[in-house]
T-cell receptor, first 113, second 115 residues
Framework: GNSVTQMEGPVTLSEEAFLTINCTYTATGYPSLFWYVQYPGEGLQLLLKATKADDKGSNKGFEATYRKETTSFHLEKGSVQVSDSAVYFC????????????FGTGTRLLVSP | SAVISQKPSRDICQRGTSLTIQCQVDSQVTMMFWYRQQPGQSLTLIATANQGSEATYESGFVIDKFPISRPNLTFSTLTVSNMSPEDSSIYLCSGLGGQGGTEAFFGQGTRLTVV
């Protein structure tokens, strides 16, 4: 079946540090891959996505590259800010049948000044 | 992308009562979903809300506990019935839209506490 595995948190960084949050997936075929962000007290917002192998999604300084060979979609940012503190969810969406999202467990990021 | 307005944003309810959560989308969407997010956990899909017909429930969720309505392509409700403290969670609705109608967007969530 389809599944997503994320690194456990919390991830604690100082402002301007480099961020990596690992995400690997298991799926048949070629799913679309997403990163969602949930700020405290809010719902989920789409951060970035990639729909095919070698695609790079980017938004607000965050990037993730769809790696078919390693079944990964790691989230990176070169310099984090305090305002990036949130929970980040990796997700996949099968490209056939019912297009239900499958979410990872989420990784909490804490950025200190 | 489309915007979902979800309400209430939070509520504190007595056990044994029911709460109905509403989601209004600012444009027509083909598919809507309801999720539960228990404290510190990821999202679990409750059901797919089908327009004009009964919702499709995931394993472990039943219509008697979580009745869902979707009278048109812009509106859906989820009722949490006969609540117990174990139902304390964040409930989120989601729709598919964006490019190709495959991009999921979410309401702001309803934080439910059952006492």
């Amino acid at each position: 079946g389809n599944s997503v595995t994320q690194m456990e948190g919390p991830v604690t960084l100082s402002e301007e540090a480099f961020l990596t949050i690992n995400c690997t997936y298991t799926a048949t075929g070629y799913p679309s891959l997403f990163w969602y962000v949930q700020y405290p007290g809010e719902g989920l917002q789409l951060l970035l996505k990639a729909t095919k192998a070698d695609d790079k999604g980017s938004n607000k300084g965050f990037e993730a590259t769809y790696r078919k060979e390693t079944t990964s979609f790691h989230l990176e940012k070169g310099s984090v800010q305090v305002s990036d503190s949130a929970v980040y969810f990796c997700a996949l969406q099968p490209n056939t049948g019912f297009q239900k999202l499958v979410f990872g467990t989420g990784t909490r990021l804490l950025v200190s000044p | 992308s489309a915007v979902i307005s979800q309400k209430p944003s939070r509520d504190i309810c007595q056990r044994g009562t029911s709460l109905t959560i509403q989601c209004q989308v600012d444009s027509q969407v083909t598919m809507m979903f309801w999720y539960r997010q228990q404290p510190g956990q990821s999202l679990t899909l409750i059901a797919t809300a089908n327009q004009g017909s009964e919702a499709t429930y995931e394993s472990g969720f039943v219509i008697d506990k979580f009745p869902i309505s979707r009278p048109n392509l812009t509106f859906s409700t989820l009722t949490v019935s006969n609540m117990s403290p174990e139902d304390s969670s964040i409930y989120l609705c989601s729709g598919l839209g964006g490019q190709g109608g495959t991009e999921a967007f979410f309401g702001q969530g309803t934080r439910l506490t059952v006492v």
